[in-house]
């Protein structure tokens, strides 16, 4: 590696954040930098919303939390309103429990699979069934259901045993498998794995509609889903929607798997529903599914001291408000086609890009060492860990990560910029990653 690359940035000596506005954040030095990708794609209004900042500051005012066992709330019951309404009627999504992270939304969904099959009398649907290059977070059960190798490996051993099948890539799909016939394939491996595992095994098939840090925003091909709903309609098996990070409007709708034209039994979001002002997420459910388990068990049995924290909700209240009013939506279509575009007539010919693909302003550039064979990069490279420095050290915060490609080689970058960044912005993040990838690059050891 060279002294150049090498002494960018000590990832053990992190700077010390000062504050933040809009679509850049400053250290105690003063330095300034933009912020491309949201964080981890949470900071979906920028920085320092004044609007939501108040929010916050007149909730505390009043009363920072109450106990959803004791009280509800007025951000409470205005928050599931406006999720309600987010989701579509259509959608069947009604019913919902606000928690505190990413990772407490994937695990509710996967307690209520599991509750809801219970109360239906149906005690054997226990196994769950993912995919490989899918991250679904950070508790157990979350980690059990994620392909992602790195992250899984000190744990080995203590998760629950899941199925997880062939990722659904168009860029790198299964050997032998053409391109457009990904979607049939990976739908048809699903129902393979049901019918060996038999139906009355499995609780629920989960699923990013648009992957994320564990494959670089992959989207699903046409078709896949409205498949996999069939499929699970037909098996009894629950269909779960981990939104997270490319739910809550990233893709340019408020539910990412809209565009599919389907519905989940079951819906994880977070990042974007409160921004990253507060610790907000929700597991977001059918309500088909509320029914049985309200008659058995009175409720869903799955929760946590500060689900529903009020004083998170009304920070959400104010975030989706303005999501809602600014029309952001329809911003992040539009600004995520011209991001897209800008990215390709900058990039896109470079021998070391081998795909740029997304959703709204959800993108992600996966690099390889050889375009034509799609040959990755040698892992011992870290390529990702010094883009991410690179980029850091010229001003920009963007989310580069490795083990893309077999869980150990593939290098891709995820730009998630603020829904409401200006052009100027994009065209300041695309410029200075340009720069951060021509630095890199130039710097590798010759082969």
């Known amino acids: 590696m060279s002294a150049a690359v090498q002494s960018i940035w000590s990832p053990t000596k992190l700077p010390k954040i000062a504050y933040g506005k809009g679509s850049c954040l400053y250290d105690t030095d003063g330095k300034q930098y933009i912020d491309g990708s949201g964080g981890p794609a949470v900071f979906c209004l920028g920085h320092g919303n004044e609007e939501v900042n108040q929010a916050i500051k007149a909730q505390l005012d009043r ?8 009280f509800t709330s007025d951000p409470l019951e205005q928050l599931t309103e406006m999720v309600r309404r987010a989701c579509g009627a259509a959608s069947g999504l009604t019913r919902m429990i606000f928690v505190s992270s990413g990772s407490e939304a994937v695990e509710s969904c996967l307690k209520i699979a599991l509750q809801y099959h219970s109360a239906r009398g149906e005690q054997t649907r226990r ?9 679904h977070g950070n508790t157990l059960g979350a980690l059990a259901v ?10 080995e051993g203590a998760l629950v045993e899941a199925s997880l099948l062939s990722p659904v890539n168009a860029y790198r799909p299964p050997a032998g498998v053409k391109p ?15 019918a060996r595992l038999g139906a009355h095994r499995v609780a629920a098939f989960i699923f990013e509609p648009v992957v994320g840090a564990a494959g670089g925003a992959v989207p699903a091909p046409a078709g896949y889903a409205k498949r ?25 709708s408020w539910r990412a798997l809209e565009h599919d034209g389907v519905a989940p039994d ?17 597991a977001i459910l059918q309500e088909r599914l509320w029914e049985p388990m309200a008659q058995r068990h009175g409720g869903l049995l799955t929760g946590h001291t500060f689900s529903g924290h009020t004083t998170a909700c009304a ?15 329809d911003k992040v279509k539009e600004d995520g086609l011209y991001l897209m575009s800008l990215l390709r007539q900058t990039l896109g010919e470079r021998a070391y890009i081998g795909d740029i693909r997304g959703r709204g302003l959800f993108i992600g550039l996966e690099l390889v060492a050889d375009r034509a064979k799609k040959e990755p990069f040698e892992s011992e490279l870290q390529l990702f860990a010094r883009v991410r420095d690179q980029a850091f050290a010229n001003g920009l915060i963007c989310y580069p990560v490795g083990g893309n490609v077999d869980g150990v080689k593939g290098d891709h970058i995820i730009l998630a910029p603020p ?13 200075k990653l340009e720069k951060s990838l021509t630095q890199v690059i130039a710097a590798l050891p010759k082969r």
């Open 228 to 252: 996999v709903r069939e499929i699970c309609d037909r098996t009894g098996v629950l269909m779960i929607a981990d939104e997270v990070m490319c739910g809550s409007g990233r893709c340019g």
């Open 266 to 282: 079951l819906m994880a979001v977070a990042k974007g529903l409160g921004g990253g002002y507060l610790p907000l997420a929700a």
């Open 419 to 431: 829904y409401n960044a200006t052009r100027a912005e994009l065209e300041e993040i695309v410029g």
């Open 315 to 329: 920070a959400g209240v104010a975030v989706q408000s303005i999501v809602a009013r600014d029309r952001l939506l």
């Open 146 to 155: 994620s392909g992602f190798r790195d992250r899984r490996l000190p744990f």
């Open 63 to 70: 009363i920072a939390h109450g106990y959803r066992y004791t």
């Open 180 to 194: 457009e016939c990904l979607a049939e394939h990976c739908a048809n491996e699903l129902e393979q794995e049901i």
């Open 127 to 135: 196994r769950f069934i993912a995919r490989q290059r899918s991250w």
